[in-house]
């Protein structure tokens, strides 16, 4: 569970997400018709429930395109089952197999970074 506190009303949101762990930093994509991100642009603190424990750190909502891709290669490293859900295949090297299915996820999605974890 990710909880955002909303800029205009000031009041706590949380919703559930999936999440994948690049050493201390969650990775987590979201589709641009949900609103919850949009309290991150800019940075934001954040409430994280992860496994039963609370932890606060930093969220940063990407949306810009080529910043995307490459939070979607990071998340596809760190996490391959997210390959089958997003369309896109990465090669032995990293690489995705198909640059413009990376291009179509990327133009199809919110990549949020969350950092400085800590309880």
């Known amino acids: 569970l990710i909880t955002v506190t909303g800029r205009k009303s000031g009041q706590p949101h949380t919703t559930p997400v999936n999440y994948a762990r690049l050493g201390n930093e969650l990775l ?6 949900r ?3 949009k309290n991150l642009r800019g940075g934001a603190p ?4 992860l496994q039963g424990r ?5 969220g940063r909502a990407i949306e810009h395109q ?3 891709a490459e939070g979607l290669i990071e ?6 089952a997210y390959q089958k859900y997003l369309g896109v295949s990465l090669a032995p090297d990293g690489q995705p197999l198909d640059p413009a299915a990376l291009a179509k996820a990327a133009q199809t999605r919110v990549m949020v ?3 400085g974890l800590r309880p």
């Not at 954040?46 to 429930?49: E, L």
């Not at 998340?75 to 391959?80: D, R």
């Open 28 to 33: 987590i994509v979201s589709s641009p018709d």
């Open 35 to 37: 609103t919850w991100w």
């Open 46 to 49: 954040v409430k994280i429930r």
């Open 54 to 58: 609370d932890a606060i750190g930093q």
């Open 66 to 68: 080529p910043e995307v």
């Open 75 to 80: 998340l596809l490293k760190a996490a391959p």
């Open 113 to 115: 970074k969350i950092s």
